[in-house]
């Protein structure tokens, strides 16, 4: 499988500034990426997500960037609010719907 | 739309004993659902496929006789946790991806504690 058990390194932004949050997948043949929020206790919420066909996409205040070459995808958050903290993962899989894997976590202070 | 239910949120349950975890997808079909266990401060890792009328695919390393996949409607997928002990106590969450469509939907998650 593609899992990736590791503990959660960390992150600590200050309230307004923009933050990036990287993570690297590890399946060159995954098309469809996601990227989740999950606070503490509750299941991951969908942020944004992006198909192997594109590099950028952008959402309310969120882009995330792909870059299939390294196998490295990013969140970038605008103007970041105290409600932005939380453990955010991103996650590979195939449109498809048959396989779905997520890569290590991030966890975003935001200090006000 | 895409909301999928998991049930219970929070259960309590002695060693030994057999626990059974719901995931509904309440306003669409999901042939392909997914479960997934989360320990403290970690990513979640994925445990097994559940398609629908088929068995379910186990990744490696998790023991499918004690993890028991039921996948039997398009709306319902259970997990039970066999025999449980102290060690299987984490956090298990089910998503669920939508027939036809992007996008996998998760649940609620099921706090399990084995005492």
């Known amino acids: 499988g593609e899992n990736v058990g590791l503990h959660l390194p960390t992150l600590s932004v200050q309230e307004g500034d923009n933050s990036i949050i990287n993570c690297a997948y590890s399946n060159s043949a995954s098309d469809y990426f996601i990227w989740y929020k999950q606070e503490s206790g509750k299941g991951p919420q969908f942020i944004i997500d992006?198909?192997?066909?594109?590099d950028k996409r952008q959402g309310q205040r969120v882009t995330v960037l792909l870059n299939k070459t390294v196998k490295h995808l990013s969140l970038q958050i605008a103007a970041t609010q105290p409600g932005d903290s939380a453990v955010y993962f991103c996650a590979e899989g195939w449109a498809t719907g048959n396989q779905f894997y997520f890569g290590t976590g991030t966890s975003l202070t935001v200090i006000p | 739309g895409a909301v999928v239910s998991q049930h219970p949120s929070r259960v309590i349950c002695k060693s030994g004993t057999s626990v059974k975890i719901e995931c509904r997808s309440l306003d669409f079909q999901a042939t392909t659902m997914f479960w997934y266990r989360q320990f403290p401060k970690q990513s979640l890792m994925l445990m097994a496929t559940?398609?629908?009328?088929?068995?379910?695919?186990?990744e490696q390393g998790v023991e499918k006789d004690k993890f028991l996949i039921n996948h039997a409607s398009l709306t319902l997928s259970t997990l039970t946790v066999t025999s449980a002990h102290p060690e299987d106590s984490s956090f298990y969450i089910c998503?669920?991806?939508?027939?036809?469509?992007?996008?996998?939907?998760f649940g609620s998650g099921t706090r399990l504690t084995v005492v």
């Open positions: 998503s669920a991806h939508r027939t036809g469509n992007y996008g996998y939907t």
């Open positions: 992006i198909r192997s066909n594109m």
């Open positions: 559940s398609n629908e009328g088929s068995k379910a695919t186990y």
